[in-house]
C-alpha cells in the first residue's frame, strides 16, 4: 500500500465520489503479530497527537478528534480495520517496521474489489477486478493483473490458487459477495469489512466478535475531543423561526424589458418541457422494467448471502434494541443511561442508533446521542427546505435533573401540497446536555400533539439521567 506509486490501490477517484454502495478497506498480517501491531500502532497514533484510553466510545468516530481501531488475530491472521482511510498510506509505510509482508483488502461502491501484497514497502502483486472502472487503466508497474501463485506463497496457502483465480474472473453485481468468499477462501473472513461497519454494530451491541478469531477495540482521542462540551450551553441557544414576510422578491428589481424577456424564455421553456417529457416516456418504461429486475435481483442476492440474511433478519423483527424495561426505568446499559417512564407509556420498537424509545398515547419518541456541532447547526439555522415554511411553535428551557435541557416543537409546512404524503408534520425536539453528549429526543406527527401528551414527553425526558 506504500511504494513510491501505491500501484494497486484503488485511484484516487474512488475518494471523490458519493458514497452509495459497500466500501471494505483492510490489512492482512500473516500470523499472530496482534501483540506488536498494537503497540506499533499505538506509538503512531500517539504520535499524531492522539492518546489510547480505556473508555468505549459512546457515537461514532469523529475523525477530526478521534481514531478507533479494530483487531482480529488468530494462528493464520492478523487483520487490522483502521478509522481513518486517508492515513492508510502513511499506515502502511509504519507497518513495514514489523518486517513481514502484508495483504491490503478493498472493495469500491460494490462495483469492483481487489487486493495488494505489500513486503518490505514495495508491491510485489496487485489486483483489481475492474481496472478500467474509472475510465484508465492504471499502469501499475507488475507483469499480471493479480498473482495467485505469488499470493499462496507468500502467505502460506499453498493448494488455493486455482480458488483465487476463479473468484478473480467472477462477475457479480453485487461484488461484496465475491470479495466476501475471497476473504474466507484464504481464512480472513473478518477482512471483508471495514471500520465503519463494524463499528456501527460495535455501538448498538456487543456482536461484533468473529467466530475462530479473538478481538480487541483500540479507541484513541485527542486532547480537544475531551473539551468537546467546554463553553457549550443549550440554554442560550434559540431556534430561529424563518418568517415569510423575510423573502425579498428580487423580481421587482429586474427592469420591465428584462423581466419581459425571462417571462417569454419562461413559457417557450414550459414548451419544450412538454415535448421532453414526451418524448422521455419510452424510456420512464424502460427504467421502470429496469428497477423491476432489480428489485427481484436484490431479493435474490439478500436470500442467498448469509449476511445479507441477518439483514433481513434484523429489519424483519424490527431490531433488537439496546435498552431494557426494569420496572418503570428504561434503561440502556451500553449507554450508561435511563428514564423513568409513566404507568401508561410503554417502550418503543427502537433499533439501530436509538439509545432510548417508549411510546406516549401512540406517539413514537426516539432518542439518539448526537455531537454539538449538528444540535447548533440545527438550533441556529432554521432557513426552509425547498417550498417548505418552518414556524416554531415552542422553544422552552427546562432542566432534566441538574441537566440542562431544552424543549422545540416546529410546524412544517409545504406551501404546494404533495402528491402523496401530509403537508403539514408537526416535529418535537427534546435536547438534553450531558457532560460529554447531547442527547435528542425526537418525534414526529401529522396532527398536533396535544399538551397533555407533550406534557408526558417532557416529564420522561425530566427523568433522564446518566449513571
Keep these: 500500500m506504500v511504494s513510491g506509486s501505491f500501484t494497486g490501490l484503488i485511484p484516487a477517484q474512488a475518494v471523490q465520489v458519493n458514497f452509495m454502495g459497500a466500501f471494505f478497506h483492510s490489512i492482512c498480517l500473516p500470523q499472530d503479530c496482534a501483540t506488536d501491531l498494537k503497540a506499533l500502532l499505538t506509538q503512531w497514533v500517539e504520535a499524531k497527537g492522539f492518546r489510547l484510553v480505556a473508555n468505549r466510545p ?11 481501531a479494530f483487531i482480529y488475530w488468530n494462528k493464520d491472521w492478523t487483520i487490522l480495520l483502521y478509522s481513518e482511510f486517508g492515513e492508510f498510506q502513511r499506515l502502511g509505510y509504519e507497518l513495514a517496521k514489523l518486517k513481514r509482508p502484508y495483504l491490503y483488502l478493498w472493495q469500491h461502491d460494490s462495483d469492483l474489489w481487489g487486493y495488494q501484497i505489500e513486503d518490505n514497502r514495495k508491491t510485489i502483486a496487485a489486483f483489481n477486478s475492474s481496472p478500467a472502472y474509472f475510465g484508465r487503466v492504471e499502469d501499475t508497474g507488475l507483469p499480471t493483473n493479480g498473482d495467485p501463485e505469488l499470493l499462496c506463497q507468500t502467505f502460506e496457502l499453498q493448494g488455493q490458487e486455482h480458488v483465487i483465480r476463479k473468484l478473480q474472473r467472477k462477475k457479480s453485481m453485487f461484488m461484496e459477495r465475491v470479495c466476501e468468499e475471497f476473504a474466507s477462501t484464504i481464512g480472513a473472513k473478518p477482512a471483508a469489512s471495514c471500520y465503519e461497519y463494524v463499528e456501527e454494530s460495535y455501538l448498538e451491541s456487543e456482536s461484533v466478535q468473529r467466530v475462530g478469531f479473538d478481538m480487541e477495540h483500540l479507541f484513541f482521542v485527542s486532547d ?40 417569454h424564455m419562461q413559457r417557450q421553456f414550459r414548451v419544450m418541457s412538454f415535448f421532453f417529457r414526451m418524448l422521455t416516456w419510452p424510456f420512464r418504461i424502460f427504467g421502470w422494467f429496469v428497477a423491476s429486475i432489480m428489485r427481484l435481483w436484490t431479493w435474490f442476492v439478500f436470500k442467498r448471502s448469509s449476511n445479507q440474511q441477518d439483514v433481513v433478519a434484523l429489519l424483519a423483527s424490527g431490531g433488537s434494541p439496546a435498552f431494557h424495561l426494569e420496572g418503570r426505568q428504561l434503561i440502556n446499559d451500553r449507554r450508561r443511561c435511563r428514564v423513568t417512564l409513566s404507568e401508561s407509556v410503554e417502550p418503543g420498537p427502537g433499533w439501530g442508533r436509538a439509545v432510548l424509545a417508549f411510546k406516549v398515547h401512540g406517539v ?5 446521542a448526537v455531537r454539538r456541532d449538528q444540535i447548533e447547526r440545527y438550533l441556529t439555522i432554521r432557513s426552509p427546505d425547498r417550498g417548505k415554511h418552518t414556524t416554531v411553535l415552542e422553544d422552552e428551557n427546562f432542566m432534566a435533573g441538574a441537566m440542562k435541557a431544552k424543549a422545540v416543537v416546529l410546524k412544517t409546512e409545504d406551501e404546494k401540497p404533495p402528491k402523496k404524503g401530509p403537508a403539514i408534520r408537526y416535529v418535537g425536539v427534546l435536547i438534553v446536555q450531558s457532560p460529554d453528549l447531547l442527547y435528542e429526543f425526537l418525534y414526529s406527527t401529522v396532527e398536533p400533539v396535544p399538551e397533555a401528551v407533550r406534557k408526558t414527553i417532557r416529564d420522561i425526558v425530566s427523568s433522564f439521567e446518566v449513571f
Excluded: N, W, Y
Excluded at 459512546?58 to 475523525?63: L, T
Design 58 to 68: 459512546m457515537i461514532e468516530i469523529d475523525d477530526k478528534t478521534q481514531r478507533g
Design 224 to 263: 480537544h475531543s475531551q473539551r468537546e462540551m467546554e463553553g457549550f450551553d443549550i440554554h442560550s441557544k434559540a431556534v430561529r423561526e424563518f418568517k415569510q414576510s423575510e423573502r425579498h422578491d428580487r423580481s421587482t428589481d429586474v427592469p420591465p424589458e428584462l423581466r419581459a424577456r425571462m417571462e
Design 364 to 368: 413514537d419518541v426516539t432518542c439518539v
